[in-house]
Each structure stands twice: as C-alpha cells, then as structure tokens.
C-alpha cells in the first residue's frame, strides 16, 4: 500500500492554481482595509497556547497607542456578564526604518475541551471587537478531528482565492498547519514591514476564529545584517507567539503540540539549533 493511500483524506473540490506568479494586492485593497474606529485592535489571530489545547493565545495590534490588554472570554450558552478576564502583554519593535503597532499577546489558560468560546479585544474603549473559536476534544489515540494546511501564502490574489478556497473547504477545517513563508515583505526593499501589518489584516477572517500552528520559513528570515539587522525571524518572533515552552523547547522556531488524535511537531529548518 503506498503512503498516499494511507495519508488520503479524499478530494473535496478540484482547485487549480495559475502556474503565472501574481504580484501583490495594492495597499487599498478591501481585504487590507483598518477596521473602523480610533485605535481599534487589528491584525486579530490566535494560535494554541498550551501542550493539549486547554490554552490560546490571543494576539492583535493597536496603531497609535497601547490601548487595554485584557481579553474578555466566555463559554457559548453563557452569559457575556459571567465572562472571564486574561491580561496579556504589549511590545514593539523595530526594522530598520519601521516602527511597530503595540503588538498585545494575551494567554487564556484552563479552558474546556470541545467547546465554543467568545472573546473580545479592545476591553474600555470603542471600539471592541469580538470573535470566537471552539477549543479542541481531550487528546486521545482515537479521536476524529480535520487539520487544514497553508504554506506560501503572501498577499496577492491567489492568496486570497486560496484563503477563500479553505475557508469554504466542505470538510471545515478546526486548525491550520501553517507550514512557513507568511507575509512576502522580504520581496519588498528594506523588508517592508508594512506589508507584515497588511498581511495580518488580510489574514484576520480566518485566524482570529481557529488557531494556526505556525512555523517558520525561509522568506519567514528577514536577516539584513548590511542595514543593521543581524538577528533573524524578529518580525515573525514579534508577531507569532507560540507555546514552546510548554513542550520543553529552548526556541519558538521548534516545538510540539498536541491536539486531538494528533501529535505536530514544528522544526524550522532555517534556524540553528541549540540543546
């Protein structure tokens, strides 16, 4: 029996991709568009934030200033005035000419199994925004769950052709392997940053409602020593959070997780390696 037998999860749709390379979508697209409102949190994504799936991290950018760091969070069929606060923390960071949003990472630990949350970010100001995701089943050898996977997506429209395509993918996905090379800004000089900012706006619909587990690659770098720039992944690192040291790693570009049946781990093969 060969591997692609064994590994066949069945042909949900036939998608064909241009064999052309697509420039990127312009910066007024409406897929990049801010979300209306003075400082509202943008860029909204989320990704496991523990070993087993009782844990998310909740992460979003704010513009022009720090704004709350609070996540408001509840179980669906509860009321929002029961809800439960996370406090998370705020950073920034800079790229040669770029100057970061206030980048907030907030951990929501000690949820349930198998259940549907809402969360709002923004807590104290208009406007809030609220999402949800639905927490994985207790990890078990037997348990049936649907993983989808990205890899190289950038920012053109084939990307969002191909953000459409999974979203509406009939076997509905509950968690993304993303499998490297996110934002393209490196195609850009100087690394434009921006075009992380645009990336994350772009890539809101899909993130900020079920968790992606990320992991790094080549275009992921950003390694300009000749600008100053001489310690890589800083705009992924900055951005990216994920649970390493909850799998006993000493680095975020490896580490494992477990979410249902299956058990990831994630190797960055551009990264060096320590013990």
């Known amino acids: ?116 949350y809402y969360y709002e970010v923004g807590i104290g100001r208009i406007p809030t925004r609220r999402f949800w995701f639905i927490t994985p089943p207790k990890p078990g050898p037997d348990v049936p769950y649907t993983f989808g996977l990205i890899g190289d997506l950038g920012q053109t429209p084939d990307s969002n052709t191909t953000v459409d395509h999974y979203m509406s993918n009939p076997r509905n996905p509950k968690a993304m392997l993303f499998v490297g090379d996110l934002s393209y800004a490196d195609a850009y000089p100087l690394g434009d940053n921006t075009r992380w900012d645009t990336w994350g706006r772009f890539t809101e619909r899909l993130v900020a409602y079920q968790p992606a587990i990320w992991s790094a690659g080549n275009h992921d770098i950003d390694f300009l020593p000749q600008y100053g720039e001489t310690v890589p992944f800083q705009p992924y690192l900055h951005r990216y959070p994920v649970p390493y040291q909850a799998a006993g790693s000493t680095s975020p570009l490896w580490y494992s997780v477990k979410r249902a049946s299956a058990y990831i781990i994630v190797l960055s093969s551009y990264s060096a390696y320590g013990n």
Not at 40 to 69: C, F, L, R, Y
Not at 89 to 110: D, E, P
């Open 1 to 116: 029996m060969s591997l692609a037998e064994i590994t066949n999860g069945g042909i949900t749709s036939s998608f064909l991709r241009s064999s052309e390379l697509a420039n990127d979508m312009p910066l007024d697209s409406d897929v990049f568009s801010v979300p209306p409102g003075y400082n509202a949190p943008q860029q909204v994504h989320i990704t496991q934030g523990d070993m087993e799936g009782k844990g998310v991290i909740v992460s979003w950018t704010t513009p022009h200033e720090p704004g709350s760091n609070t996540v408001l969070y509840w179980a669906d069929g509860k009321s929002k005035r029961k809800s439960r606060r996370a406090e998370g923390t705020v950073l920034r960071y800079k790229y040669i000419n770029y100057t970061s949003g206030y980048i907030h990472h907030c951990i929501i630990a000690g949820l349930e199994f198998d259940t549907k």
